[in-house]
């Protein structure tokens, strides 16, 4: 972004604010450069003693952005493309939605226009930094690819993806937060169980998952190749694995992981 570029996010909750914040922490941008709108606009006034621009005006953020954030619910959006119709510039700016379910395809339908879209999906440790953003569109060209990736790049990893897989995307990273979450939330309760108390479990097993982890993704190696370092013959740690799969441990994510992408395919409905 250059410094007299403007950004607009529609939408401005969970996401949209952490979006906003780790732009302005990157250096990118400043707040003056950011428009946040919401419904309830006081929600937002801290934002404004920072120098964002908050309203409740969506046409007024759009007329006056280059880059525009959709970044409302799957239910929120038809209204809300109704709305900004009139006051969109589809040659000169691009759109970035981060909803979940809606196609480029969709949201062109909707509009009826044919605007530069594309399509990110991060998940909510955007809010430190550390999201795992999933990039696509089926018109960007690889300036905007470029221009969308490089804003998401400030809060986490990104990769490009086919449009045909965000659905896929939103299980595995954006729902899949709460998936490791909820592992970790059961490690700890298992370490309660066997004598830590609550608050000291939770960040052992926290530690713990963030050390798996990274041993991923620092020594690039694989899960099983990590696993069979820590299994000794007849040990402890296979007897408490073996257990975990003959319970279905494995399974359970597999298919948690399938519904979940059935589901965020079908978080829209066209006629909302
Ligand atoms: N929460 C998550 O982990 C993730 C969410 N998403 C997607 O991001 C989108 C936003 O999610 P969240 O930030 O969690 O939701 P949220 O409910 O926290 O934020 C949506 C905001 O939009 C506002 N809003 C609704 N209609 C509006 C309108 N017409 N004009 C202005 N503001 C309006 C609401 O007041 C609310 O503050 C959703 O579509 C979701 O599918 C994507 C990835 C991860
Ligand atoms: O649960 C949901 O529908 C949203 C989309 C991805 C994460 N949260």
Redesign the pocket.
Known sequence: MNSQQHISI???????LSLAKGLVKSGICKPQQISL????VA?LAEYATLGYHVS?N?IRAVRKADIIVL????Q?LN??LD?IRPALKPEKQLLIS????VSCGDIRQQLDLNVQIVRA????AIAIGHSMTCIATDNGTNKNINMAKSLFDTVGVTIQINEELMTSA?ALC?CG?AFFLRSIRAASQGGTEIGFHAHDALKMAAQTAKGAADLLLQLSSHPEQEIDKVTSPSGCTIAGLNEMEHHGFSSAMIKGIRLSAEKAGD?YKKDS
């Open positions: 529609l939408g401005s909750g969970n996401i949209g709108t919401r419904r309830n929600a409740d969506n970044a409302v619910l799957p929120q209204k809300l709305e981060v909803i979940s379910g999906m991060p998940n909510t939103t954006a937060i978080l």
